[in-house]
C-alpha cells in the first residue's frame, strides 16, 4: 500500500498505478470492473498512419487490440501503456495542454507530447 501511494506521488500517470485504482471498482451488479491479472498482459499494437491526427487513435476494423496512430503518436507513448475495454477509462482521461505548442492530449498516455514531442513533467 504504502509502495503504491509512493510511487503515485511521483508519477500520478503511471499505468500500474491507475490498474490498483480500477481493480477498486465495480460494476452495477457488485462485480469487479477490472478482474483477472491477466486483464493487464493484453498486447496493445500501433500501426502508424499519417491520416490519423496526432494524440488520437482510431480502432482496427478487424483486428482485436490494434489501433491506428500517427507515428509521432505512437513515438510519445509511454512503453508500459494498456488499454481496456468499453468500461471505466473515462474516469482516468487526464486531459492536458503542453505548455511548447499548447496542444491538448490525453496525458495517460504519453511520455512526449504527441504533437511536439517535447518531454512531458511528471
Ligand atoms: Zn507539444
New binding site residues.
Partial sequence: MMKIMSISKKDPHNPNVIYQQLKTLTNAAGLPLVGAANDFEIKVQFVAKNSITPGKFKAHPSLPNTWFAHPQTIRALRPDIFVLGEDGLEDFESLCQ?N??H?TFDRQFFIL?P??L?DLPL
Fill in positions: 503542453c511548447i505548442c496542444q507530447c504533437h511536439c517535447r
